[in-house]
Protein backbone atom coordinates (compact mmCIF):
# COMPACT_ATOMS: atom_id res chain seq x y z
CA UNK A 1 0.00 0.00 0.00
CA UNK A 2 1.63 3.24 -1.27
CA UNK A 3 1.28 6.65 0.66
CA UNK A 4 -1.09 7.87 -2.21
CA UNK A 5 -3.85 5.29 -1.38
CA UNK A 6 -3.53 5.72 2.44
CA UNK A 7 -3.97 9.35 1.98
CA UNK A 8 -6.85 8.97 -0.45
CA UNK A 9 -8.68 6.88 2.00
CA UNK A 10 -7.62 8.65 5.37
CA UNK A 11 -9.74 11.60 3.32
CA UNK A 12 -12.78 9.55 2.75
CA UNK A 13 -12.94 8.73 6.04
CA UNK A 14 -15.54 11.08 7.89
CA UNK A 15 -14.07 12.52 10.90
CA UNK A 16 -17.45 12.23 12.75
CA UNK A 17 -17.15 8.58 12.48
CA UNK A 18 -14.04 8.49 13.98
CA UNK A 19 -14.77 10.26 16.87
CA UNK A 20 -18.02 8.17 17.73
CA UNK A 21 -15.91 5.01 17.48
CA UNK A 22 -13.27 6.61 19.88
CA UNK A 23 -15.96 8.03 22.04
CA UNK A 24 -17.65 4.08 22.31
CA UNK A 25 -14.20 2.38 22.57
CA UNK A 26 -13.05 4.35 25.16
CA UNK A 27 -16.46 4.17 26.89
CA UNK A 28 -16.51 -0.01 26.68
CA UNK A 29 -13.00 0.96 28.07
CA UNK A 30 -13.77 2.58 30.93
CA UNK A 31 -16.99 0.12 31.56
CA UNK A 32 -14.38 -2.67 31.61
CA UNK A 33 -12.27 -1.13 34.57
CA UNK A 34 -15.44 -0.78 36.34
CA UNK A 35 -16.23 -4.01 36.19
CA UNK A 36 -13.00 -4.86 36.61
CA UNK A 37 -12.71 -3.40 40.23
CA UNK A 38 -16.05 -4.44 41.25
CA UNK A 39 -15.27 -7.86 40.71
CA UNK A 40 -12.04 -7.27 42.78
CA UNK A 41 -13.81 -6.00 45.40
CA UNK A 42 -16.37 -8.67 45.62
CA UNK A 43 -13.34 -11.32 45.62
CA UNK A 44 -11.46 -9.23 47.99
CA UNK A 45 -15.14 -9.16 50.71
CA UNK A 46 -15.53 -12.59 49.96
CA UNK A 47 -12.14 -14.24 50.68
CA UNK A 48 -12.48 -12.07 53.39
CA UNK A 49 -15.61 -14.04 54.56
CA UNK A 50 -13.93 -17.07 53.89
CA UNK A 51 -11.08 -16.46 56.15
CA UNK A 52 -12.79 -14.73 58.33
CA UNK A 53 -16.73 -15.21 58.97
CA UNK A 54 -17.00 -13.59 62.34
CA UNK A 55 -16.14 -10.62 60.98
CA UNK A 56 -18.96 -10.51 58.07
CA UNK A 57 -20.86 -7.85 59.52
CA UNK A 58 -18.64 -5.79 60.95
CA UNK A 59 -16.06 -5.49 58.13
CA UNK A 60 -15.33 -1.16 57.40
CA UNK A 61 -14.99 -0.14 53.73
CA UNK A 62 -11.90 0.88 54.16
CA UNK A 63 -10.66 -2.35 55.21
CA UNK A 64 -11.56 -4.45 52.48
CA UNK A 65 -9.44 -2.27 49.83
CA UNK A 66 -6.55 -2.62 51.68
CA UNK A 67 -6.58 -6.22 52.08
CA UNK A 68 -5.29 -8.54 49.49
Request: proline letters at 6%; one cysteine or more.
Amino acid sequence: MNSKNVDADINKLNISEINKKLRINTYKIKLSLVELEVRGLIYRKSMLNYRYPWLKNTIPPWFIKRCP
